[in-house]
């Protein structure tokens, strides 16, 4: 599988959130090859802490698949989810995620928790280009 052409498309779809003000972080969600759901953070818009991209897309999936269980699943995120994603991830029984770049709060705990859980994790895929568009928001911000 080509993660890389995945993860532009994730890539791309982050710039979304971040023109609406939100942290630049998408998700988008493959079976079989064929993108079966995506989505962005909208945290701020919808004042929940709850709307990470992460979970809206496995929201997504799970209706339009009509199942829970997205084992069949990968995701591809540009930014390794947090602690509620995860379990989110877990619950949804994905058993592969394809990140851009780690998460600093949350990595030793989501390496922990994969190993637990027996997800397998790819990291650093397109890197550079996922942790650039992240610090250019935060400085932004700041």
Not at 24 to 32: C, F, L, Q, S, Y
Not at 74 to 98: D, Y
Not at 118 to 136: A, D, F, R, W
């Amino acid at each position: 599988m080509n993660y890389e052409k995945y993860m532009k498309k994730v890539i791309k779809l982050s710039k979304k959130a971040s023109i609406i003000g939100e942290v630049p972080v998408a998700a988008i969600i493959i079976k079989e090859n064929k993108i079966v759901s995506k989505a962005y953070n909208i945290k701020e818009k919808k004042k929940d802490p709850t709307q990470h991209a992460e979970i809206i897309a496995i929201k997504k999936a799970c209706k339009k698949t009509n199942n829970w269980r997205l084992n069949k699943c990968l995701l591809f995120v540009n930014l390794e989810p947090c602690i509620m994603c995860f379990g989110a991830i877990i619950e949804s029984r994905i058993n592969t995620i394809v990140c851009g770049t780690i998460n600093e709060k949350y990595h030793n705990e989501i390496v922990e928790l994969s190993k637990k859980h027996n997800i397998k994790i790819i990291y650093n895929v397109l890197q550079e280009e996922c942790s650039k568009k992240l610090k250019t928001f935060f400085n932004n911000k700041r």
